[in-house]
């Protein structure tokens, strides 16, 4: 008997037209469910880049983060506490009277020290004669070529060129030597056999010593180390923290 080739095809077709309809389905679904995570991380960046373009706006609006209670730990500076700091002879900038005081333990040799001299000159820009900034050196024994520049800079300060020298010595970090201290002495116009002199005082050194000293009875172990009237900010913060601890002191955060 002759078999009919027509119902042959048929036959063997429908499976393969089943499984390409199955296929298909699981194609479209499978896009559909792409399309629907892709759709949903879209949402999601979306809301990202809204919170980041609010935020970086209340920044350039100048809203700064309003200040929070932070827990003290045992081997640092209680930052919720007023400590007081004698700062007598200690090189400033702005008039005692200033409603805010800014004292800085800082080492010449801290790459972080350096990083935040811009934002503290931001400060005495924005606030003029409100606040007043104080210098204590603290130089770390981890930086053994900070206690030279330490004493290049408290020579100048007798002679009334400190932070001239302090800003000398941190923009040139990188060349950090008493060669160097007795260029920028002849650069400032200061009289150089002195400074030299000054150098080399050993009451020079026992200044600088008492500062490191008074840093460690506050417990203040690294470098940068900030107390606004009184109260601890630790490290190379940026200006929108120090504003917001400033405008609680002068009663307008």
Same mark, same amino acid.
């Not at 892709?38 to 200040?67: D, F, I, M, W, Y």
């Not at 000159?121 to 900070?146: C, M």
């Not at 200044?207 to 009237?229: C, E, H, K, Y």
């Given at each position: 008997?002759?078999?009919?080739?027509?119902? !042959?095809?048929? !036959?063997?077709?429908?499976?393969?037209?089943?499984?390409?309809?199955?296929?298909?389905?699981?194609?479209?679904?499978?896009?559909?469910?792409?399309?629907?995570?892709? +759709?949903?991380?879209?949402?999601? #960046?979306?809301?990202?880049?809204?919170?980041?373009?609010? #935020?970086?706006?209340?920044?350039?609006?100048?809203?700064?983060?309003?200040?929070?209670?932070?827990?003290?730990?045992?081997?640092?500076?209680?930052?919720?506490?007023?400590?007081?700091?004698?700062?007598?002879?200690?090189?400033?900038? !702005?008039?005692?009277?200033?409603?805010?005081?800014?004292?800085?333990?800082?080492?010449? +040799?801290?790459?972080?020290?350096?990083?935040?001299?811009?934002?503290?000159?931001?400060?005495?820009?924005? =606030?003029?004669?409100?606040?007043?900034?104080?210098?204590?050196?603290?130089?770390?024994?981890?930086?053994?070529?900070?206690?030279?520049?330490?004493?290049?800079?408290?020579?100048?300060?007798?002679?009334?060129?400190?932070?001239?020298?302090?800003?000398?010595?941190?923009?040139? +970090?990188?060349?950090?030597?008493?060669?160097?201290?007795?260029? =920028?002495?002849?650069?400032?116009? #200061?009289?150089?056999?002195?400074?030299?002199?000054?150098?080399?005082?050993?009451?020079?050194?026992?200044?600088?010593?008492?500062?490191?000293?008074?840093?460690?009875? #506050?417990?203040?172990?690294?470098?940068?180390?900030?107390?606004?009237?009184?109260?601890?900010?630790?490290?190379?913060?940026?200006?929108?923290?120090?504003?917001?601890?400033?405008?609680?002191?002068?009663?307008?955060?």
């Amino acid at each position: 008997m002759a078999r009919d080739s027509n119902a !042959g095809s048929r !036959g063997s077709g429908g499976p393969l037209i089943v499984a390409a309809l199955i296929l298909g389905a699981a194609i479209v679904g499978g896009s559909l469910l792409v399309r629907s995570a892709l +759709q949903s991380e879209t949402a999601e #960046l979306a809301n990202v880049r809204a919170a980041l373009t609010e #935020l970086h706006e209340a920044v350039q609006a100048g809203a700064a983060p309003k200040p929070t209670r932070q827990a003290a730990r045992p081997d640092r500076p209680d930052p919720n506490k007023r400590y007081e700091i004698d700062v007598e002879g200690s090189p400033s900038l !702005g008039p005692e009277s200033s409603k805010v005081t800014i004292v800085e333990f800082s080492d010449f +040799q801290c790459p972080f020290c350096a990083r935040v001299v811009p934002t503290i000159k931001k400060v005495e820009e924005e =606030y003029g004669d409100q606040v007043r900034v104080v210098f204590k050196h603290l130089p770390l024994n981890i930086h053994p070529k900070a206690p030279a520049a330490h004493a290049a800079a408290e020579a100048a300060h007798r002679q009334g060129k400190f932070w001239e020298m302090h800003d000398k010595i941190f923009a040139n +970090q990188r060349e950090m030597s008493p060669e160097k201290y007795v260029e =920028y002495a002849r650069e400032l116009g #200061l009289d150089v056999e002195r400074f030299q002199k000054d150098v080399a005082d050993p009451e020079v050194k026992r200044r600088v010593d008492a500062d490191a000293r008074q840093a460690a009875s #506050l417990l203040v172990r690294g470098t940068p180390g900030f107390f606004i009237n009184g109260r601890y900010i630790s490290g190379a913060q940026p200006f929108e923290v120090f504003k917001a601890r400033i405008d609680e002191e002068l009663g307008e955060g």
